[in-house]
């Protein structure tokens, strides 16, 4: 009988163990939620120097150098056509449509039509002699 009765004290133990881990678990939750409260509303970011102004400023503060290379860099990679800048270029005004506002997306859509139509987005490096009067090559 006592075979059983150690069973069940195991048994009794085992669930003590796991009350007091849950209640581990939920003091390190509550200090987690806490600490998340108490954190600075105001947050200041330190950016490189920049001799047009101070290095450090608010987090919603995106300084211009940081927006023009950003839009460099969106700019090369929409530009890149390491095939065919007919199919290229549409895949990559899609890819990077996260990236560009509704009107820019629908002006770069504009824009890849227009050249397509002339004839200004096939990646070839010969030079084409084209009527002036319909832009057909000719």
Known sequence: MSKFKNAL???DHHIQTLRAGCGVLLVLLILALVGWMMSPRNLTIHNPPDLRAGS??????IPPSTVYA???YIFQQLNSWPKDGDVDYPYRIETLSAYLTPTCKELLHKDAKQRKDL????????WRVRNPRTGLPG
């Open 70 to 72: 950003f839009s460099f």
């Open 9 to 11: 004290n195991a048994r």
């Open 56 to 61: 450090s400023r608010a987090w919603w503060e």
């Open 119 to 126: 004839g200004r987005i096939a990646r070839s490096r010969a």
